[in-house]
């Protein structure tokens, strides 16, 4: 009976944890995000490659919050990993935190790798890595990992703000 009891306030409790990719709890600061210098970053270009090399390797995995694995992920974790693996920077994990990590930049200044924010409920936020042409990478809950369009009208409607790294 106890063991149960455990299991159930357990579960109680992740599931307080995983209520959106926006309201996981970090505890890292800001500072360990590493700045790269003007000479070291990427072109666009190359910042293009590496994204759509990240796309084909994980398009239609599935939407998971609190997932960090190719059996499920998460939009923040979707962008964190994709920083670290493809583009050698770490962000912290959650989309608040993502959100606050870079300078805010206007919509009609995006280009590769910077990332887009939404807000899709109340307490919920969304993010995505913008691609160009209108376009961004992202983990989608209905699609799973995907491309979509800045002008859909979902998307358009949601918008909140960009930030670049």
Request: include cysteine; hydrophobic fraction near 35%.
């Amino acid at each position: 009976m106890k063991r149960n009891i455990s299991r159930f306030i357990i579960l109680i409790g992740i599931s307080f944890l995983l209520v959106s990719c926006g309201s996981l709890q970090e505890k890292s600061s800001l500072k360990q995000v590493p700045r790269p210098s003007a000479n070291k970053s990427p072109d666009s270009s190359q910042i293009k490659r590496a994204l759509y090399s990240q796309f084909s390797e994980w398009q239609g995995v599935r939407y998971q919050r609190g997932g960090l694995s190719q059996r499920g992920i998460d939009c923040s974790g979707f962008v964190h990993l994709t920083f670290k693996s493809k583009l050698g920077m770490h962000l912290p994990r959650t989309t608040t935190m993502q959100s606050m990590a870079g300078r805010e930049i206007r919509k009609n200044d995006l280009r590769a790798g910077d990332l887009i924010f939404f807000k899709t409920g109340p307490a919920s936020k969304h993010v995505g890595i913008y691609l160009e042409k209108n376009k961004f990478l992202h983990a989608s809950e209905k699609k799973g990992v995907t491309i979509s369009r800045l002008d859909h009208v979902y998307w358009q409607a949601n918008y909140w703000k960009a930030v670049r790294i």
